[in-house]
């Protein structure tokens, strides 16, 4: 089977930016092989990284992992009447 790679950004601009950064925090534990997830703080912007190799299921596995972390964000920007 064919190996591929898949790599996301995400960059979010709020002054929610550290807080946001601390409800992403618990999820970046325990990753399945081949995931990688990074989250930083610049100012007002949360940048965040996901990088995925592996078979069609791990590539399966980064879109799974993106719908999480919106569904997070949007949440939390929610909470604080951000959206």
Not at 11 to 38: C, F, R, Y
Not at 42 to 58: M, Q, T
């Amino acid at each position: 089977m064919k190996e591929a790679k898949v790599e996301a950004e995400l960059t979010v601009q709020t002054q929610w930016a550290p807080h946001l950064l601390e409800v992403l925090k618990p999820d970046n534990v325990d990753l399945p092989a081949g995931m990688e997830i990074s989250a930083e703080v610049k100012g007002d912007f949360l940048l965040l990284r996901v990088v995925v190799s592996g078979d069609e299921k791990a590539l399966l596995r980064c879109r799974s992992t993106l719908d999480e972390v919106l569904s997070q964000l949007s949440l939390a920007l929610k909470t604080v009447g951000q959206l």
